[in-house]
T-cell receptor, first 116, second 117 residues
């Protein structure tokens, strides 16, 4: 069965520090996509970054990067130089094989709080 | 429109009443998804549309829940005889629906917060 696990329910980080949010996944499929979303207190889900299972390079988008370790089935999100506006819930998600438009499975999320 | 639009943003209803939640996806997106998020929880998949058909209804929690999509665009999620446990935020997302995985990022609306009294 496919599963996403986020083991950190909450984290506190000092502003300007880097932070790593953990995510592990379980799938027997070879082709899958991994996503991270940010959900601020306003409620909207904001797409941050994507990693494909066959991508050889770790994905980066501005201050966001992924530490993708395929053999360990982990895709940790690294936020560099954290800002107060980074305080939010962060969800890791996975799309598995089948239709390219198939559903994605979400983890339970990590609540990140940035201290000034 | 520029993004996924959901209405209403908030809905308060009495137990036993029916409610309809609306989602207007990003123009050109053929895939549409409904999720439910209870307070402090992750997202629970409900149903997915490709065009007007729903290949995956596996997440609908009971037969009180139904959804339709017309014209390959707007979708309506209907909850009949609402119960208090239906209280949650209902999120809609859309994606291109074709092409490689990297192109099928799901973009979300702001959600409808449903409160059943």
């Amino acid at each position: 069965a496919q599963k996403i696990t986020q083991t950190q329910p909450g984290m506190f980080v000092q502003e300007k520090e880097a932070v790593t949010l953990d995510c592990t996944y379980d799938t027997s499929d070879q082709s899958y996509g991994l996503f991270w979303y940010k959900q601020p207190s306003s409620g909207e889900m904001i797409f941050l970054i994507y990693q494909g299972s066959y991508d050889e390079q770790n994905a980066t988008e501005g201050r966001y990067s992924l530490n993708f370790q395929k053999a360990r089935k982990s895709t940790n999100l690294v936020i560099s130089a954290s800002q107060l506006g980074d305080s939010a819930m962060y969800f890791c998600a996975m799309r598995v094989r089948g239709s390219s438009a198939s559903k994605i499975i979400f983890g339970s999320g990590t609540r990140l709080s940035i201290r000034p | 429109g520029a993004g996924v639009s959901q209405s209403p943003s908030n809905k308060v209803t009495e137990k036993g009443k029916d409610v309809e939640l609306r989602c207007d996806p990003i123009s050109g997106h053929t895939a549409l998804y409904w999720y439910r998020q209870s307070l402090g929880q992750g997202l629970e998949f409900l149903i997915y549309f490709q065009g007007n058909s729903a290949p995956d209804k596996s997440g609908l929690p009971s037969d009180r829940f139904s959804a339709e999509r017309t014209g390959g665009s707007v979708s309506t999620l209907t909850i009949q005889r609402t119960q208090q446990e239906d209280s949650a935020v209902y999120l809609c997302a859309s994606s291109l629906g074709f092409g490689p995985l990297a192109k099928n990022i799901q973009y979300f609306g702001a959600g409808t917060r449903l409160s059943v009294l």
